[in-house]
């Protein structure tokens, strides 16, 4: 599976953005969805996962109630809502899926399809 991401932007410290990510293929909504971050100078990190379905989410700690991922499998599409963000959050956020029928969530290192990455700044 091929993603594309967009929708990254700076915007202040409190705003939101919503990222999507668009799939090619017919098979989208076989895969577990994830979104993943990495700010400049450190490792990347897990954000939020969505079940093939929709009907299950996870979130890292630090997004929790400010995130919210979702999916249109007839759009072939996830996305993420980003709300009252923070500079903390500043970084290039990536969405990406792991090979199907592995586990639920997926772990950082099971994400084998990757988009190119978009950039969101939050200044404070």
């Known amino acids: 599976v091929q993603l594309q991401a967009s929708g990254g932007g700076l915007v202040q410290a409190g705003g939101s953005l919503r990222l999507s990510c668009t799939a090619s293929?017919?098979?989208?909504?076989?895969?577990?969805m994830g979104w993943l971050r990495q700010a400049p100078g450190k490792e990347r990190q897990f954000v939020a996962a969505?079940?093939?379905?929709?009907?299950?989410?996870h979130y890292t700690d630090s997004v929790k109630g400010r995130f919210t991922i979702s999916r249109d499998n007839a759009k072939n599409t996830s996305y993420l809502q980003m709300n009252s963000l923070k500079p903390e959050d500043t970084a290039v956020y990536y969405c990406?899926?792991?090979?199907?029928?592995?586990?639920?969530?997926?772990?950082?290192?099971?994400?084998?399809?990757w988009g190119q990455g978009t950039e969101v700044t939050v200044s404070s």
């Open positions: 990406a899926a792991p090979r199907s029928g592995g586990g639920w969530p997926p772990r950082i290192e099971e994400y084998v399809y």
């Open positions: 293929g017919r098979t989208f909504g076989s895969y577990f």
């Open positions: 969505i079940s093939r379905s929709g009907g299950i989410t």
